[in-house]
């Protein structure tokens, strides 16, 4: 959340970014109840004031006289304290429905036509045969199995099976060494299941609760993405500068309702209420942040590139980059079959807005004052649509599909997915 103190200074910029972000932010009535908690707290600092006085008077004189008074001022800073309490639980309600700001470099925008593309790696792979989708050429593998996971679950879930469950196990094993072993990242297995702060600590809660699975009887949520947990490793702690920065990757299904998806990807392997996901997470100082983000963008486009698949880095414009996100680039990956780009990635910084709502702090120097961190994350990558790429990338004219290079020693050097051809 962004502190109240930049509300009060800058309350246009707010408005604006609120706007520009497409988010119907109620920062007028949060500054009004702010104003009303100031004075309220105003009130009952100097009725107890008031009262101390009367108090020490009694204490010097004994006074029976002042006794009246005594009570009288006590119950009023008591009641007048219970109000400004209220107040600031209203206020703090508000503050978490107030959307990030943004850095000045995000284009200005408001679909997702609005989006930059930044760079492109590669060229769109040519066929000498009309290129298949990838939940044909998976069916036809016997791979992929949608009819019998509705059987079982319902609409967007999948079963993979064979060939199919070991490509997207080998893709899980090449992210997770290619980030640990080369990137420098500290590998996490986190739970799966969280609780309500932690989903307020990232921004999920309260906004976008619909979207989230929750345990019915219980204060649990199954994640939407491995951000939750790890971004939430450290919440409530005190690190130290020497500490950072803090770079942890973790492999997680991922569980999302996709209520506001209908009619969406609804064919395939792409829009899931399951998923794997390979995510990144960085705590970083605030003069950092920035480049950070381009480093861990440069990070997830290295499996891209390793995996040899044809992608565009897009800068995400206002109104398509997200409640929390100060910046944010997306990765699209091609995908011949479908004739378009399928999103594998979305690298954001958050500046130090879910660093105050999970309270991460850090100390720069001893005897220093606490500064909030920034976080960051991005997948690197969703197993659903980079497997989807692949599919559809190497798939050859008689309906197998060749296994990229990079992930053949995770398959035993098996390089063909040829399933029950």
Known sequence: MLAMEFIRAHPDQVRRAAALKGEDAPVDQLLEVDRRWREMTAAAETSRAEQNAVSKQFGSSRDQTLLPRMRELSAQAKALMAQAEELARQRDELLLQIPNVFHESVPIGETADDNVVVREWGTQPRFEFTPRTHYDIGEALGIMDFERAARVAGSRFAFLKGEGARLERAMVQFMLDLHTREHGYTEVLAP?????????????????????????????WLIPTAEVPVTNLHREEMLDAAQLPLNYVAYSPCFRSEAGSAGKDTRG???????????????????????????????????????????????????????????????????????????????SVFSDFQARRANLRYRPGPGEPPRYLHTLNGSALALTRTLDCVLETYQQPDGS??????????????DCLRGSL
């Not at 309500?196 to 219980?218: C, E, I, S, Y």
């Open 192 to 220: 799966f299941l969280v609780n309500t702060a932690a989903m307020v600590g990232t921004g999920q809660l309260p906004k976008f609760g619909a979207d989230a699975f929750k345990v019915v009887g219980r204060d649990l």
């Open 269 to 347: 392997y792409i829009r899931l209420h399951q998923f794997s996901k390979v995510e990144l997470v960085k705590l970083v100082e605030p003069d950092a942040s920035l480049a950070a983000l381009e480093e861990l963008t440069g990070q997830a486009e290295e499996v891209l590139r390793r995996l040899g698949l044809h992608y565009r880095v897009l800068s995400m414009c206002t109104g398509d980059m997200g409640f929390g996100q100060y910046k944010k680039y997306d990765l699209e990956a091609w995908a011949p079959g479908l004739g378009r780009y399928l999103e594998v990635s979305s690298c």
């Open 401 to 414: 599909v060749t296994v990229p290079d990079a992930l053949r020693p995770y398959l035993l050097g098996l």
